[in-house]
């Protein structure tokens, strides 16, 4: 069965750039949620769409965004990245127009930055 | 934040059941327990939920008490690899709302 993907898997930036993560859901899923993990640490809340809406938001930096397109894709944008950004980040889909449904994750984008 | 207490860590020697307890006293009528559990840095893997019956499946049985205030995760033959830390989540999961993981148990199942 398709996953949830996640593309790159890895990304290697420099601080003060820019980095773009995307998030392929589960066919049909209509919601998503981005979390980030750092070393040691428990998946924080990033922030959430449902039908290319922001739904919920987390403890998401203001220097990054993010967006649902109408494909039910999304992408989360970073800029002027700091050493502490450095984090697993993975993204999660479900179907929210079924009121008993379940989240499924990717493997998440392991992102550095030095 | 998350709305549930679950223990740091826990041991169970392999082959035995693991019985993983949840407190969730503030659960809301709609809203559903989860379970994952995360392995090595992977993604988060799905194992079970349920409204107030108890579930199973291939994985997994899910006891929800009568009041819903807490719930046990039993891993009936515990083998090494289910070494993970194990996260229960209370949330109607429903158009992107509230999907908060708390500091989850940490299994490690002994040989």
């Known amino acids: 069965a398709a996953g949830v993907i996640q593309s790159p898997r890895h990304l290697i930036k420099e601080k003060r750039e820019t980095a773009t993560l995307k998030c392929y859901p589960i066919?049909?899923?209509?919601?998503v949620y981005w979390y980030q993990q750092g070393p040691g640490q428990d998946p924080q809340f990033l922030i959430s769409?449902?039908?290319?809406?922001?739904?919920d938001k987390g403890s998401i930096p203001d220097r990054f965004s993010a967006q649902q397109f109408s494909d039910y894709h999304s992408e989360l944008n970073m800029s002027s990245l700091e050493l502490g950004d450095s984090a697993l980040y993975f993204c999660?889909?479900?179907?929210?127009?079924?009121?008993?449904?379940?989240?499924?994750f990717g493997q998440g984008t392991r992102l550095t930055v030095v | 934040d998350a709305k549930t207490t679950q223990p740091p860590s826990m041991d169970c020697a392999e082959g035995r059941a693991a019985n993983l307890p949840c407190n969730h006293s503030?659960?809301?009528?709609?809203?559903?327990v989860y379970w994952y559990r995360q392995i090595h840095s992977q993604g988060p893997q799905y194992i079970i939920h349920?409204?107030?019956n108890n579930e199973t499946n291939e994985m997994a049985s899910l006891i929800i008490t009568e009041d819903r205030k807490s719930s046990t995760l039993i891993l009936p033959h515990a083998t090494l690899r289910d070494t993970a830390v194990y996260y229960c989540?209370?949330?109607?999961?429903?158009?992107?709302?509230?999907?908060?993981f708390g500091p989850g148990t940490r299994l490690s199942v002994l040989p």
């Open positions: 999660a889909s479900s179907l929210s127009s079924e009121s008993n449904t379940e989240a499924f």
């Open positions: 769409f449902y039908e290319k809406m922001q739904s």
């Open positions: 989540i209370v949330s109607a999961l429903n158009y992107g709302q509230n999907f908060v």
């Open positions: 349920g409204l107030k």
């Open positions: 503030t659960i809301s009528g709609n809203e559903y």
């Open positions: 066919p049909r899923h209509d919601t």
